[in-house]
């Protein structure tokens, strides 16, 4: 009885966002109804173009959004609760002790002013109420944890004696510091040089074994999804076009947008000696009302003129073709099966 | 990057402070260097007044009124025959402390108002800068004129007069340094960890904008000395026969004629007071625009 009672709240989600719609003040939508689901102890990568609604979300998921965006709709649940319904105050209490981020650039989001022990003490004191003293020594283990060299003399330097690595360290020290449970990161590793990404990426995933993390990674770079996530969601336009497993969408994409970016990002020139690049941009896509919003830059559409009709006609919707797997395109079943073949 | 870690031992970390207050200063425009050695100079004077005033400032003597500089009265007497010297040593006390403390009011209300509308936004902001808009247009003097008349000439008074208008220039610097700061990323990384709204204000916004705060605070000191000054001419300040800077000048209205140094020499100390904080002032802004330029290239 106990054990039927105990598995199915242990497979419940960590976070499941629902229906999420944020637009901005002139009523034009950013993110259209997004579903997303992350479990415990999951790595989950966001992926599109600039302009996608990635960081948006993201911002969303905190309630953190600026101004000119709102959060219009949907629910996000965390651990059984909705953050939309949730105060200014609850909200204050979870971030940085359940929920924490980290940014793209470490070297703005550390105050030039303040030394580094005391902004990686400060969700310390705040949430778990330590004092100065014990903060301090707290910090200095934290920044050892994160593999800074001379972690109690580290402490007391300021952010601009720190490398951008570095200073990725010690925001995830401070993020990791009151022991959130999602991690959302915001392109953490865009910023930093390639040997130094591996390490940040590394390092967040030691964290992850070592305190049953669940990360958001957003990102545009596919080789760090492919290295790191347990599961996609790519994202176009404020949707989610396709979501499933890594190593299953990275192998057998099912979207044409997807299979785009895997192309553009593997850097191999195509027939002609020109390195791939998908027609157009997405900024406008937003505008489509009708039919499937990648259409106008669709591959597969322009080859397949039989699939016009349907593909401007009505909007796909998000459809299950396999397991935990799902497509937002009328010819998944086929690209499939495609895939399947070659 | 060196980090001093031998905080056990106080000498060599003091050695390291001073090393710290040198390296500010001398890394500063020339002006701040000169500003800050007169200002030193007028405070040590005015601190140090009663010990090395020659004579009693209000020790009169009649026989030797108007009497020009000589090596027993280097600045000479004035109409009642007492030490012009003792007198300027004696009579900056008033106006400087006065100053110094409308100064410091004045910095704190309005850094906090100003800080506190440009995080906060909102009906908050809209509110204060009005508040301020309102004060701005009232000068100070009247409003020390007015309250003086109710309650009397006294240091309670004129630093309260001051301060009451003296705020708005601090609040409306705070409030756009702080609008300015509040866009700064590390403001979202704090809000993202969840971080009190008195915290983000006090750790992060307030010592972020102080250094221009600071400049102009040295700017709005030299400009008190001037009011303080022009109110004790107007006879609003420190009462005969009590020795004060802007009495001295309007003491020696009658013998701007006879004796012109009567009026010289107070007036070109209230001059060389302003002018050191101002130059302090001058010399830490055209450090700020420099070290604002080497950021954005």
């Known amino acids: 009885m106990n054990n039927q009672m105990a598995a199915p709240k242990d497979r419940d989600p960590l976070l499941e966002v629902r229906n999420l719609r944020v637009a901005l003040e002139s009523g034009k939508t950013v993110v259209d109804g997004l579903d997303l689901t992350i479990g415990r102890r999951e790595v989950v990568a966001l992926v599109g173009e600039s302009g996608s609604g990635k960081s948006v979300t993201a911002l969303a998921l905190s309630r953190l959004l600026p101004d000119a965006l709102q959060l219009v709709g949907g629910s996000i649940c965390f651990e059984g609760q909705d953050i939309v319904k949730k105060s200014e105050a609850e909200l204050n209490r979870m971030r940085g002790a359940d929920i924490s981020m980290l940014f793209q650039q470490p070297q703005v989001m550390l105050d030039p002013t303040a030394r580094v022990h005391t902004q990686v003490a400060e969700p310390l004191r705040q949430h778990r109420g330590l004092n100065r003293r014990a903060a301090f020594d707290r910090v200095v283990e934290l920044l050892h944890s994160v593999g800074i060299p001379a972690p109690a003399q580290r402490a007391r330097a300021f952010s601009y004696q720190l490398s951008g690595g570095m200073a990725q360290r010690v925001m995830i020290a401070a993020a990791m510091a009151a022991g959130p449970k999602l991690l959302i990161a915001d392109e953490p590793t865009t910023a930093l040089d390639v040997t130094v990404q591996t390490q940040i990426l590394r390092l967040l995933k030691a964290e992850r074994e070592r305190q049953d993390l669940s990360i958001l990674l957003i990102t545009h770079d596919l080789s760090i999804v492919s290295a790191f996530a347990d599961r996609v969601a790519v994202m176009y336009a404020g949707r989610i076009l396709e979501e499933g497993p890594t190593e299953q969408i990275m192998n057998r994409p099912t979207h044409p947008y997807t299979r785009a970016l895997i192309r553009c990002s593997l850097l191999v020139p195509e027939d002609d000696g020109r390195l791939l690049s998908i027609p157009g941009s997405g900024s406008n896509a937003l505008e489509i009302k009708c039919g499937c919003r990648f259409a106008p830059r669709c591959a597969l559409m322009q080859t397949h003129p039989e699939l016009h009709a349907a593909c401007h006609g009505h909007e796909p919707a998000l459809e299950a073709v396999g397991d935990g797997w799902k497509s937002r395109c009328h010819a998944a079943d086929n690209l499939q099966h495609e895939g399947d073949a070659a | ?297």
């Open chain 2, 1 to 297: 990057m060196d980090i001093d870690m031998s905080h056990n031992t106080p000498t060599p970390q003091r050695r390291a402070r001073l090393a710290v207050i040198y390296g500010f200063v001398s890394s500063r425009h020339w002006t701040f260097k000169v500003g800050a050695l007169l200002l030193a100079a007028v405070l040590a004077m005015v601190f140090f007044a009663p010990w090395i005033a020659p004579y009693d400032p209000g020790a009169q003597n009649l026989i030797h009124r108007l009497q020009p500089p000589s090596a027993s009265h280097w600045l000479g007497t004035d109409h009642l025959g007492r030490d012009v010297l003792s007198r300027l040593i004696v009579g900056g006390q008033f106006t400087v402390t006065v100053a110094a403390i409308t100064v410091v009011f004045s910095l704190v209300v309005g850094t906090l108002i100003g800080v506190i509308a440009g995080r906060v936004g909102g009906l908050v902001d809209e509110v204060a800068m009005r508040v301020v808009d309102l004060l701005i247009s009232v000068p100070d003097v009247v409003v020390a004129i007015f309250l003086i008349g109710v309650f009397g000439s006294n240091y309670f008074t004129l630093i309260l007069s001051l301060t009451l208008v003296g705020w708005t220039p601090f609040a409306r610097l705070a409030r756009a340094l702080a609008k300015e700061v509040n866009s700064r990323e590390y403001i979202r990384a704090a809000e993202v960890l969840g971080m009190r709204r008195s915290f983000v204000i006090f750790r992060h916004i307030i010592p972020n904008t102080i250094r221009p705060i600071a400049a102009v605070s040295f700017l709005r000191f030299g400009h008190k000395l001037i009011t303080v000054g022009g109110l004790s001419y107007l006879g609003l300040g420190v009462q005969p026969p009590n020795p004060d800077w802007g009495l001295m000048l309007a003491e020696a209205q009658p013998y701007l004629e006879r004796v012109p140094l009567l009026m010289i020499a107070p007036g070109a100390v209230i001059f060389i007071a302003a002018l050191s904080v101002t130059w302090m002032g001058h010399g830490m802004e055209i450090e700020r625009r420099r070290t604002g330029k080497q950021d954005k290239s």
